[in-house]
């Protein structure tokens, strides 16, 4: 249509050009390499997310999602579904043990663990 640029014209303005023919492709080419370079340890990541004594409470209300924990047992070459056993146990009993012992200070306990 008249008007409309082609696809594989190049933008008439300097400004333009730049974003669409460097900026873009850099962040492409920087995107694709952190992808390459985790995706080999996604497993791990996803498991040690569910270590995160942030996600504690998520964990107590919603449960341990079946499949976590399982690179992070065979690591360290134990059976995953005793170590979600043994992080339900703790979420279910440890956090209000620490709770009631260490009471304000909480956060600062986790933060010096």
Same mark, same amino acid.
């Given at each position: 249509?008249?008007g409309?640029? &082609? /696809?594989?014209?190049?933008?008439?303005?300097?400004? *333009?050009?730049?974003?669409?023919e460097?900026?873009?492709s850099?962040?492409?080419?920087? *995107?694709?390499?952190?992808?390459?370079?985790?995706?080999?340890?996604?497993?791990?990541?996803?498991?040690?997310? =569910?270590?995160?004594?942030?996600?504690?409470?998520?964990?107590?209300? =919603?449960?341990?999602?079946?499949?976590? +924990?399982?690179?992070? &047992?065979?690591?360290?070459?134990l059976d &995953?579904?005793?170590?979600?056993?043994?992080l339900?146990?703790?979420?279910?009993?440890?956090?209000?043990? =620490?709770?009631a012992?260490?009471? /304000?200070? +909480? *956060?600062?306990?986790?933060?010096?663990?």
């Open positions: 249509m008249p409309d640029q &082609a /696809k594989d014209s190049r933008p008439p303005d300097s400004i *333009t050009r730049f974003r669409v460097v900026y873009r850099v962040i492409d080419q920087i *995107t694709s390499s952190l992808e390459e370079r985790f995706i080999v340890n996604r497993a791990i990541i996803l498991d040690t997310s =569910c270590l995160d004594p942030r996600r504690f409470k998520e964990l107590s209300d =919603c449960g341990i999602p079946l499949g976590s +924990l399982d690179k992070v &047992a065979e690591l360290a070459g &995953a579904t005793s170590l979600r056993s043994e339900s146990v703790y979420l279910l009993e440890g956090t209000s043990h =620490c709770a012992h260490y009471g /304000k200070n +909480l *956060t600062l306990f986790r933060v010096r663990i």
